[in-house]
């Protein structure tokens, strides 16, 4: 596991997502323990909330990496992205075409090509930096953005409604999307999520048995520390926990490895 | 511009395109002259064709680095994979699901986790490579999978017909292309296909100023030797000759850099 991202993820196993729709507990001092936070939620997600819950994770703990994930453009600005170390971009494997590979080919393609039409347009970041900075923000953004091969494996969840998934993978399919991660496709990081529900670790043993470049990440149903030991276990080299960061902060503590 | 593959990419300035498909010339000592080659063409090609062809050129050529580019799994076999350097696997941005992401899938998926149910499959190589040398083969063939971003910008073209290429791209959008294979996709090579028709340098151009880690390639009706330069001076690491290698010796030796 590795890639070219300056970030350390031997040091990361613990990931927490916030979703910047829903309330931050009380006391943010909970995230003490995790390596890593990945703001993003499904629904009800602005540029301005998102850039409000970066800012106040980054004022409390200046050091914790913090990526955002948009699902769509238009809830990246320049502030965002100047506030967030990554930008990562999921491409949904088993979603639609428009979530693997059209959305991503019109969001380059207005970064690249028509910096003064789409200021103050669904792609504010771009206009913003490329009228300030012309050129090089081009590339800086670029640098920022991080490529997430995705697998939704929950039917029933919103992940899934909005990228356009209609079928869960069996844990061949999850295997064989491993490989073309780590051997085609080169997103730096494979992402098994089961929003909400405990998929357990047979996908993430499947998967991981592919991954030597690509850093692996599984999200969905952690409560409890046997969980994030079992993932951990079946070579997953994070859990990301979500739910319960916003709810039961006693339980997410217990999600610590 | 520079990828992972131990090819020096700097060396490569002509590429030719062998169809297996048709005859090839009388001599193939005009072969001299180009840097590279790639076996595959959109129409009547198998296993067997591919793998005489990749033969023919190493046994005259043995140092020529030779790609195999086939557009179906039928084509590829253990042998073929063993001949050549390289198998190459066009991901058509402009073309359908199935081109882009569905049928890569189902090949990573085959060659990872069924080896003893698909001997003999539409898969061959899988069988026969896994039955005879087991895990390491999946290593081994995974780091000779190739991926190009292909843009396929003839909608009359035999190869837009087999990609599900229902439109052609816009410059702009070409760019666009250009930048997420750079910043997104991995794909080591971005391949601008004009298919029979020359194109002229506009869409490099576009695309040039956005890869660096990306060998820029362009395919297309190139017949004369000012065509290979107009495209070499808008950005193009190489030309790719098909159609006259086949049919026009001398043509083809005007098309040298």
Same sequence: chains 1, 2.
């Avoid at 990562?88 to 080919?105: C, E, I, M, R, T």
């Avoid at 669904?122 to 490529?147: C, F, M, Q, T, Y």
């Avoid at 061949?172 to 670790?201: K, Q």
Wanted: overall charge negative.
């Amino acid at each position: 596991m590795g890639t070219n991202m300056p970030l350390d993820w031997s040091a990361v196993s613990h990931v927490t997502k916030v979703d910047p729709a829903e309330d931050l507990p009380a006391d943010l001092g909970i995230l003490g323990g995790t390596d890593l936070v990945i703001v993003g939620g499904s629904d009800g997600v602005t540029q301005e909330n998102s850039l409000d819950v970066i800012r106040r994770i980054k004022s409390r703990f200046p050091d914790l990496p913090v990526f955002q994930e948009p699902y769509s453009s238009s809830h990246v600005s320049t502030e965002t992205v100047e506030a967030a170390d990554y930008l990562s971009v999921p491409a949904v494997y088993n979603g639609d075409q428009q979530n693997f590979v059209s959305k991503h080919l019109e969001f380059f393609t207005e970064i690249g090509n028509k910096p003064e039409e789409i200021v103050g347009s669904s792609l504010p970041v771009v206009g913003g930096l490329i009228a300030s900075r012309g050129r090089d923000a081009i590339a800086e953004l670029s640098e920022k953005v991080v490529g997430e091969g995705y697998v939704i494996q929950n039917l029933g969840s919103k992940a899934a409604g909005v990228s356009g998934v209609e079928r869960e993978f069996t844990t061949e399919e999850v295997a064989g999307a491993a490989l073309a991660t780590e051997s085609f496709y080169g997103f730096p990081i494979f992402y098994v999520e089961y929003s909400g529900t405990y998929g357990g670790p047979a996908d993430v043993e499947a998967a991981a048995q592919y991954l030597d470049d690509t850093v692996l990440l599984y999200g969905g149903g952690i409560e409890r520390n046997e969980q994030t030991h079992e993932i951990l276990d079946a070579g997953a080299d994070a859990v990301v926990v979500g739910d319960c960061f916003h709810d039961e902060p006693e339980q997410f503590r217990e999600t610590l490895p």
